[in-house]
């Protein structure tokens, strides 16, 4: 089974920095997406920035131009640099990726367990 262990999470003021990170265990054979979603209390789970296998990205419009996502293929590891962090960027952020494991035919998507983000003065 494929493990996404996050961390990064944590409080910060308005304008402040964090980055997050999310590293897959062992058993992998290849990642194509690898992206991070955030849920806010009574809200749905949204795409926040996703990344390919030849690092293309795609970026939710609230958070172009602060966040940017990036990815170690060798560590197999996406990161989340957040900057220019406001109140609604508070939620729960959680690692996605598409996972294709040793000896197995077909890719299967596996979530992380999510890091609180809290943007607050």
């Known amino acids: 089974q494929v493990q996404l262990v996050e961390s990064g999470g944590g409080l910060v003021q308005p304008g402040g920095s964090l980055t997050l990170s999310c590293a897959a265990s062992?058993?992998?054979?290849?990642?194509?997406?690898m992206g991070w979603y955030r849920q806010a209390p009574g809200k749905q789970r949204d795409l926040v920035a996703a990344?390919?296998?030849?690092?293309?990205?795609n970026y939710a419009d609230s958070v172009k131009g602060r966040f940017t996502i990036s990815r170690d293929n060798a560590k197999n590891t996406v990161y989340l640099q957040m900057n220019s962090l406001k109140p609604e960027d508070t939620a729960v952020y959680y690692c996605?990726?598409?996972?294709?494991?040793?000896?197995?035919?077909?890719?299967?998507?596996?979530w992380g367990q999510g890091t609180q983000v809290t943007v607050s003065s």
């Open positions: 996605n990726a598409e996972v294709r494991r040793i000896g197995v035919r077909r890719p299967y998507t596996y």
């Open positions: 062992a058993n992998i054979f290849s990642i194509n997406v």
């Open positions: 990344i390919t296998s030849v690092d293309s990205t």
